[in-house]
Nanobody, 115 residues
């Protein structure tokens, strides 16, 4: 099983970023995709989860209105898009495929928001 995430992102405040997570080695629609981030010196922060099987998203309250989860099942790729970026969004963003206590993690995508 592999979750391959997109590369380094540098963004100005107020813009958007879209991070991808390409899955292989398992049935993409059978696992939830969770998005988690970790800011420098901080703990893990859950952003929400996405079910590629039915397209249903659950967003953490903190990110409501700024985050969107999508997926392309034809390429087994999940996406997270975060808009209205601010410096506090600087973090490593991770995707996590999970089902029944089994977790597979991507290696993370560093996102830096700075003017």
């Amino acid at each position: 099983v592999q979750l391959v995430q997109s590369g380094v992102e540098l963004r100005n405040p107020g813009t958007s970023v879209k991070v991808s997570c390409k899955a292989s080695g398992y049935t993409f629609t059978s696992y939830y995709i969770e998005w988690v981030r970790q800011a420098p010196g901080q703990g893990l922060e859950w952003m929400g989860s996405f079910d590629p099987g039915d397209g249903v998203s659950k967003y953490a309250q903190k990110f409501q209105g700024r985050v969107t989860f999508t997926a392309d099942t034809s390429t087994s790729t999940a996406y997270v898009e975060l808009s209205s970026l601010r410096s506090e969004d600087t973090a490593m963003y991770y995707c996590n495929a999970q089902r029944g206590g089994v977790n597979y993690w991507g290696k993370g995508t560093p996102v830096t928001v700075s003017s």
